[in-house]
């Protein structure tokens, strides 16, 4: 066993490890932050995605050992620091970009990278951004509407398009 330090959604936190443990093993079953899903244990799902010292990874492919000392953020760490919804967050809501809700925390973990990367997104830059990530119940259109509007763009008017 080894300790692994991580600073997670801001706070300083440690925990005992194997060897072989996986990043989602750590944030889940040691640190109780459940928002982070696990669905497919292969990566191709991304349930699990988080952001590591800025950068989406699915944090079912990672061993907790490998990102010691860097900066991890869950989708608990995604609201304001009031509590509030983050805007992503805020408009997933609004414009209906989940169902049952398993794949949210891993969608909108990717639709913060893509709006950092890319601010102003095409609908096909951020349907091509999703790839990595399967939603069984929404048929991507209201999260694809969602992330449009996080970013600012007027999805009413490009419905009418």
Known sequence: MT??????NGKEMSAEVEGRT??????????GLTGTHVGCDTSQCGACTVHVDG???????????D??????TTIEGMANPDGSLSVIQA???EHHGLQCGFCTPGMVMTA??????????????????????ICRCTG????????????G??????AAE
């Open 3 to 8: 300790t692994v330090k991580l600073s997670v």
């Open 22 to 31: 996986l990043l989602v093993e750590v944030l889940r079953e040691k640190l």
């Open 91 to 93: 408009a997933f809501k």
């Open 112 to 133: 913060a990278a893509l709006l950092k990367e890319n601010p102003k997104p095409t609908e096909g830059e951020v349907r091509a951004y999703l790839e990595g990530n």
């Open 153 to 158: 763009q007027d999805v009413a008017a490009m």
């Open 55 to 65: 950068k989406s990874i699915k944090s079912c492919s990672v061993l907790a050992m």
């Open 140 to 151: 991507y259109h209201n999260i694809v509407k969602a992330i449009l509007a996080a970013s």
């Open 67 to 72: 990102v010691a000392g860097a900066e991890v």
